[in-house]
Every structure is written in C-alpha cells, then in structure tokens.
Nanobody, 115 residues
Framework: QVQLVETGGGLVQPGGSLRLSCAAS????????MGWYRQAPGKQRELVAN???????NYADSVKGRFTISRDNAKNTLYLQMNSLKPEDTAVYYC?????????WGQGTQVTVSS
C-alpha cells in the first residue's frame, strides 16, 4: 500500500502562484509513475502532469509553460509548481502514483483561482 497526502492548495488571484506537495509513505518500492490530476466541477478528472521513473515528464497542453512537476526522492515527495494561474485552473488536484500496475490516489486539495 501507498499513502499519499497532498498539501498546498488554496485561494489565489489570477496570475498568482501555488506549489502543491504530495508526500508518499508506505511501500513505495516499485513506483513507476507519479503525477497530478485535477477535476473541476462537472468535468472529468484529467491529467495535469506526470513524471516517470526515468525522469521524463509530460504535461497537459493547457498547463505547458506555466506548471512544473518535480520530485524529491530523498523526501518521497512530489511537487507541482503552478505559475500564472488562471480561473480555469480551479479544480481539486489529486496526486497519483502507479506501482506494479496499481494506481493510488491522494485525498485531493482544492485550488481556487479567483479575484
């Protein structure tokens, strides 16, 4: 089992920045992919960004150039730096890891972009 705890969400004005963190604990050996998803009201959950074990990253087109995913292996923590936030970035953001083909999810953290 893998436990994931997200922190860092909140209310921010358009153009502002936030950094989300996802601390992983438990049996983390074998994690092959870590990423962030988001779900806005009335919409399906969508991939924001992910990073695979080799270090390569993928981003949704809507966040390219504004968001950066990174990880600290020593701290077993995944980050999402979000800059130039827009109202359409408002959503619940979820941390996700894949281990031996099984997906694990955090509880989610709310990000609201509004003036």
């Amino acid at each position: 089992q893998v436990q994931l705890v997200e922190t860092g969400g909140g209310l921010v004005q358009p153009g502002g920045s936030l950094r989300l963190s996802c601390a992983a604990s438990g049996s983390i050996f074998g994690i092959s992919r870590m990423g962030w998803y988001r779900q806005a009201p009335g919409k399906q959950r969508e991939l924001v960004a992910n990073i695979i074990s080799g270090g390569s990253t993928n981003y949704a087109d809507s966040v390219k150039g504004r968001f950066t995913i990174s990880r600290d292996n020593a701290k077993n923590t995944l980050y999402l730096q979000m800059n130039s936030l827009k109202p359409e970035d408002t959503a619940v953001y979820y941390c996700n890891v894949v281990k031996f083909g099984s997906a694990y999810w955090g509880q989610g953290t709310q990000v609201t972009v509004s003036s």
